[in-house]
Each structure stands twice: as structure tokens, then as C-alpha cells.
């Protein structure tokens, strides 16, 4: 109380994460939420897990409970390194960081390259937390116009030459929040674009593996040509978020920075979940899991979007995703979303509204849906009660 007034003055406009703040409420017994971009807890392999971390600890507890090395625990980066070079990359092991969950990696990078004003472009929409830790920052954010295939390349190139902005942040696969992936032509325009101008942009792609049809895109990475790509990705959707491993493919000139930035942060990630998704990697056992997971996720996406048929106003834009966690939705011009989530939580039903995806305050007639965390016969009954808000306020 007596310390507030002296809070950094930029802490007074920061807003907690909508999701974060619901979770006391999405606790309550009988509610259906769409609301967290998370992944199903009853498809986690636990039973892998338990099997690897009693062989862990059975063959090296001192050294897993120990402090560790700042850039990762050595097979886990050997790990990490693995399953980025099946996406069409070849990073050296130690040109891997691990994170402590793909949002530190986002962090540490901002935190490296951004000082209070300097210039960031983001995607419109774009990650709420990206926007969270810009504004941490007291950095300008700069949104990009993008469509249903993902970021215009030519507003990009216009901005940074207006901006000279220090960082570019991209989600490119089933982006969080609204599904969409940017194509071939413009992941090749875009890595062409940021490396001729000189500015770093952070490829940001947990979201990739989970793909339910169509072919793989190759990453914006695949097409850097200037060293100017840092590509992300993490384990937290593909196997399970509370490991919080996430890696890092970093240009070697900025390794020495992050590692750095990263010691400054946290020391190092904790030992043992690293060593539990490294080890999870290296016995082959991912592959098998992902393909489950899009099976699972595909039924829970295909039933979501036929609900929504039935039961949605038809002047409500509804985005179908080819993969990832979420579906978007668009409302006729002077909606709010954020006032309809009252009606909708007194239901007992949880969605996220728009607008904090958004740097610029637009998005208020947006909200996101997750398909992958809700049981089917949830997805239907939260589908109905939600559009019966929907019908009586659109």
C-alpha cells in the first residue's frame, strides 16, 4: 500500500492475463472453458513420463536436483537440437538454449534488443503475453496488417522502413489466436524482407507439429539467408506445458547475450523436466505421441466447428484452422465481446474476447475458442449455450 506510488509508473497501465484472471471462476463445478490455450491434460503420457523419471533418478539424482549449465541441460539441448532438425533446420547443439517455456525465450530476446521506446513489430492479431512483455518494456508496438494467410508482406517491409524497428515477432503455424499460417510465398517474402532491412525477427513455432491436414510449411528459418532468424519452439503443446522446456535456435553471435540475459533471469532451467522431455525425445517416443494428439485434437476441432454451424448466428466470420489449438471468430462491427463474456460466464461458459490480442485497442467484436482442452460432449454443450448468448446479443 505504501510502496504503491512508487511502482515503476509504466506497472499502473500493465493488465493481467484474461486467462489467469478467469481461472478462479473456470474452477467452479459445471464450467465449460474454452477460454486457456492449453492441451488436453488426459492425453499426457504419463505413464512414459513416471517410467523415465524413476530411470533418471535412478541413475543420476545428484546431478539432476544439482544447479546446471545457463544454456541447458547437455542431452536436452542435444535433444531440442534433434527435433528442430526435423523441421527442415540443422542447429549444432550448442547454438540451442533451453527456456524455461517458449515465453522466456520471448523475453530474454525483448529484454536483449529492446530499451524503453525502441520499436517492435508484431502481427495483428498477435500472442497476448508477446504484447505483455513489450509493454513491460515501455516499448512502441507496431501491429502488421495480416489476413487469412497470415502477415502482408508488403506492410511489413513499410513499417520497418518507417519504424526501424528492433524486433520483429512472428507466430507463422496456427498462430495464437487465430489459427492462421502464413504461406509458402510469404515465409520466403518475409525472411527476404527483415534480412535485407537488418532486423532481427523471432520466428515463434510451438504450434507446428500439430497439424491435421495439408502438408508442413517449411520454417521462415529454412529461407534465412542473413542470420537474422531466431527460431522457437517448445514441448509444452506437443507433450506437456508443466515441464516448461522450450528451446531456443539462436545466430551464433547472439548465444553469449542470451546466455547472459538468461543468467540473469533464472540461472538456468530447472534440471530435471529438462531431462524428462530430452530423454522423452531421445527414446523415439514423440513421434507416436504427436500423431495421437492430432487425431484427438482433429475429432475435438471437426465437432467444434459443426456445432458452431448449428448453433452461431451466420453473421459471425468464423476462421477453421488446418491445425493448432484455436478457432477465431469475428462479430458484426459494434459488438463487444468482452461485455457478451459476462452473459456468457453467468451460463456457466468461458471464452477469451479479442481485444488484448490486439496492440492497437481494435479486435473488441474478436474472441478466440480452444477445441483441445474440452471434452466432446463439452464442446457441444458450451457450443449451444454460447450461441444462444450469441443469437440473443449479434
Known sequence: MGLNPRLAPHMAKMQSNMIFSLLPKLSELGFISFAPGAPDAAVFPFDDILGITRDLLGSDPGGLLQYGVTEGYPPARDAMAKLISGYGLAPKADEIIVTTGGQQAIELLCKMFIEPGDVALVESPTYSAALQILKSLRAQVIPIESDSQGIIPEDLEEKIKIFTPKI???????????????????????????????????????????????????????????????????????????????????????????????????????????????????????????????????????????????????????????????????????????????????????????????????????????????????????????????????
Not at 513455432?205 to 517448445?234: A, C, M, Q, W
Not at 553471435?253 to 532451467?269: G, N, V, W
Not at 451466420?314 to 463474456?341: E, H, R, Y
Open 168 to 394: 520483429v515477432y512472428i507466430v507463422p503455424t496456427f498462430k495464437n489466436p487465430s489459427g492462421a499460417t502464413i504461406s509458402y510465398e510469404r515465409r520466403s517474402a518475409v525472411a527476404e524482407i527483415t534480412g535485407r532491412l537488418n532486423v532481427l525477427l523471432i520466428e515463434d513455432d510451438p504450434y507446428r507439429d500439430l497439424r491435421y491436414e495439408g502438408d508442413h510449411l517449411p520454417t521462415i528459418k529454412s529461407f534465412d539467408r542473413s542470420g537474422n532468424i531466431v527460431f522457437l519452439t517448445s514441448t509444452s503443446k506437443i507433450l506437456c506445458p508443466g515441464l516448461r522446456v522450450a528451446a531456443a535456435y539462436l545466430p551464433e553471435a547472439l548465444i553469449p547475450y542470451m546466455t547472459i540475459a538468461k543468467q540473469a533471469a533464472d540461472m538456468h532451467s530447472a534440471t530435471l523436466p529438462q531431462a524428462i522431455a530430452g530423454e522423452y525425445i531421445r527414446r523415439g517416443l514423440l513421434g507416436g505421441h504427436i500423431s495421437k494428439l492430432c487425431s484427438v485434437y482433429k475429432a475435438r476441432r471437426d465437432l467444434m466447428l459443426a456445432c458452431i454451424s448449428e448453433s452461431f448466428p451466420k453473421s459471425i466470420d468464423v476462421a477453421a484452422p488446418m491445425g493448432g489449438l484455436f478457432i477465431w471468430c469475428v462479430c458484426p462491427d459494434g459488438t463487444n465481446t468482452t461485455d457478451l463474456l459476462e452473459q456468457a460466464l453467468e451460463r456457466k461458459v468461458a471464452y477469451i474476447p479479442g481485444e488484448q490480442f490486439f496492440a492497437d485497442g481494435r479486435g473488441k467484436n474478436t474472441f478466440r475458442l480452444n477445441f483441445t482442452s474440452a471434452a466432446q460432449g463439452d464442446i457441444s454443450k458450451g457450443i449451444e449455450i454460447l450461441g444462444q448468448v450469441l443469437r440473443n446479443n449479434v
